[in-house]
């Protein structure tokens, strides 16, 4: 049997994969590969979800565009948080993760022979639904502390774009985004009349009185500019399933075909939890956040030790993503790590061509000393400790 997706290859961590399950069990494995912020929904919240559970409506569909409770709590919330102006009612949708909700929008927005424009390092599994779609990705190299250049991105617009896709604050790369360059980036596209997709996963986890700006909260933008979110990092919800998107009232009618036809409704346990976690989980969240951002302290201090690293400070998320001295095939470099040191990391190559040559670091479930323990074991291997 011939299939349409064979063309596309998945990002190349299968034999990573394979060496570090094999590893995984043995005592001292360390993992910094998985992108999971280490905390769970907070205990009141879960607490109400266990009473509703032999509720009958906690086992059936909610509506396509999700619990209509859960809609309007979190516009509430996202105008609070990032400025952002979103109708409930018809600009909305729940879905199950902010992948879905990209594959979704990609596939409501981009038709075959198309491109969309990504500011490399980028989240792997984004050029996937991009290619599922049989549209490409231009690939444009970040600069100067990972921000996007809107020069070069403009210079690769062609009558073939249908949308930018940025993801701030950075995954991989941690990098949040400026309000100067995401608004040039907005301006191309009205001027150009594309769609700028912002992937806002990592919205709560910015730190050192960063900013996160959201393009949508600019009220010139609201019919450009399509949102996706989660609750998958800053909740600690990442097996739940939930996500949203938010964009134009015309973007949300055509995209509810497609959800209605792949997941009709993000789980409902899980969107009854993200309810409650909105409603009384807000300050245990803040708590982890801060975990993190003494976690961020920490691994910032041992990574300037080490000589081999080039670091690249960045005030966004759990990742870090230096650059190792002379490294030119990070996947190679990977597996040594992992073999030498029962430590994972992930090889920047897999982020895009831009990425090779660094690795990513996830710190979210580390303990401190767990932490202390993998940069110990980092020196020792570039033979520094
Ligand atoms: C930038 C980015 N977007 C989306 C996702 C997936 O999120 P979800 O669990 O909501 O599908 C991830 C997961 O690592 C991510 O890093």
């Avoid at 997709?197 to 730190?207: A, G, N």
């Avoid at 450009?224 to 739940?240: E, H, I, P, R």
Wanted: charged letters at 25%; glycine letters at 8%.
């Amino acid at each position: 049997m011939k299939y349409r997706t064979e063309g596309i290859i998945p990002p190349p961590i299968a034999k990573l994969a394979e060496a570090a399950k094999r590893i995984s069990s043995s005592p001292g494995f360390l993992n910094l590969g998985q992108g999971l912020p280490g905390h769970i929904p907070p205990e009141d919240a879960l607490t109400t979800l266990k009473e509703r559970i032999f509720h009958p409506a906690t086992h059936v569909y909610t509506p396509d565009e999700g619990l209509v409770e859960l809609r309007e709590a979190l516009a509430l919330y996202l105008r609070q948080e990032s400025g952002i102006d979103a109708n409930p009612q018809d600009e909305i949708v729940i879905t199950a993760g902010a992948n879905n909700a990209f594959a979704s929008a990609i596939l409501t927005l981009v038709e075959p022979g198309q491109n969309v424009i990504m500011p490399s390092p980028y989240y792997f599994n984004s050029v996937m639904a991009v290619k599922l779609a049989g549209a490409e990705v231009k690939d444009i190299p970040v600069g100067e502390s990972f921000q996007p250049e809107p020069e070069s991105i403009e210079a690769a617009i062609d009558d073939k774009t249908k949308a930018i896709f940025l993801i701030t604050p950075n995954n991989p790369t941690g990098a949040v985004y400026s309000c100067e360059r995401i608004d040039a980036i907005l301006d191309l596209c009205i001027q150009h009349e594309i769609m700028l997709i912002c992937d806002e996963t990592y919205s709560r986890m910015v730190f050192d009185n960063a900013r996160h700006y959201s393009p949508r909260s600019r009220r010139d933008a609201n019919n450009t500019v399509v949102t996706l979110g989660s609750f998958s990092k800053d909740f600690g919800m990442s097996g739940w399933r939930v996500g949203y998107i938010i964009g134009p009232t015309d973007f949300i009618k055509e995209l509810i075909k497609l959800q209605d036809t792949v997941s009709i409704c993000a789980p409902t346990a899980g969107q009854m939890l993200a309810l409650e976690v909105l409603k009384k989980g807000l300050d245990v969240v803040e708590k982890e956040l801060q975990r993190l951002g003494l976690l961020r302290e920490l691994a910032y201090l041992r990574l300037r030790e080490i000589d081999a690293f080039e670091e690249k400070y960045t005030q966004g998320t759990f990742y870090l993503f230096p650059r190792v001295k002379g490294c030119t095939d990070s996947r190679k470099l990977v597996m040594d790590i992992l073999q030498s040191t029962r430590t994972l990391v992930l090889p920047g190559s897999i982020f895009g061509n831009t990425g090779e040559g660094h690795i990513r670091l996830s710190i979210g479930p580390l303990t401190p000393e767990a932490v202390d323990e993998a940069f110990n074991r980092l020196s020792k291997f570039f033979g520094e400790g």
